[in-house]
């Protein structure tokens, strides 16, 4: 069975400030892997894929997430903090072949300025 | 339109009342998702189709839930006799086809029983 744990349920950074979001997953196969993003009051936004090609993943908005096998993990980063970053942030989990996804329970992101 | 679109909104619905959830995916995406995403909570998988068939139903949580998508593009989720349980968000997402992803979401329609 997959699974996904996100290791803070918040997080708080100052604006232009590194940010670090911690995600660890737990998968019988190959998985996919996915950041996405959730403004309040909208539908979730992908920010970056990992589908074992190169497991240093960039994405949108300047995110970028390594996927790190001996860790099973896949934490997003970003060098500098910006308002607009402010959001609820989800690790996802998927198996080859099998369509659902598996979704962690989101870490809230906030920015200070 | 060029995302998915899902309709209404918000619902407000008394308990025991039936509501129907309606998802216009992306032209020409065969895959079609719903997830129910409650109060604080991640999305959680409840049914999955390719064109008309559905071929995952097993996140469904009770028989009360019925979704269907009978052409192929549009698909409704139909909750029966609501319960305040049910009050959550649910998401609709498409995507082209297999294998997976990325998946495409609507905003939502946020439920309510009162």
């Known amino acids: 069975a997959q699974s996904v744990t996100q290791l803070d349920s918040h997080v708080s950074v100052s604006e232009g400030t590194p940010v670090l979001l911690r995600c660890n997953y737990s998968?019988?196969?190959?998985?996919?892997l996915f950041w996405y993003v959730q403004h309040p009051n909208k539908g979730l936004q992908l920010l970056l894929k990992?589908?074992?090609?190169?497991?240093l993943v960039k994405g949108i908005n300047g995110f970028e997430a390594e996927f790190k096998k001996s860790e099973t993990s896949f934490h997003l980063t970003k060098p500098s903090a910006h308002m607009s970053d402010a959001a609820e942030y989800f690790c996802?989990?998927?198996?080859?072949?099998?369509?659902?996804?598996?979704f962690g329970k989101g870490t809230r992101l906030s920015v200070i300025a | 339109g060029a995302g998915v679109s899902q309709s209404p909104r918000y619902k407000v619905a008394k308990r025991g009342q039936d509501v129907a959830l309606r998802c216009d995916p992306i032209?020409?995406?065969?895959?079609l998702f719903w997830y129910q995403q409650a109060l604080g909570q991640g999305p959680e998988f409840l049914t999955y189709?390719?064109?008309?068939?559905?071929?995952?139903k097993s996140g469904l949580p009770s028989d009360r839930f019925f979704a269907e998508r009978p052409e192929g593009s549009v698909s409704t989720l139909k909750i029966q006799r609501t319960q305040q349980e049910d009050s959550a968000v649910y998401l609709c997402?498409?995507?082209?086809?297999?294998?997976?992803?990325?998946?495409?979401f609507g905003d939502g329609t946020r439920l309510s029983i009162l």
């Open positions: 996802v989990v998927s198996e080859r072949g099998n369509t659902p996804l598996v």
């Open positions: 032209s020409g995406h065969v895959s």
């Open positions: 990992y589908t074992s090609a190169a497991t």
């Open positions: 997402a498409s995507s082209p086809g297999t294998p997976i992803g990325p998946q495409h």
């Open positions: 189709f390719q064109n008309e068939a559905q071929l995952d």
């Open positions: 998968s019988s196969y190959s998985p996919s």
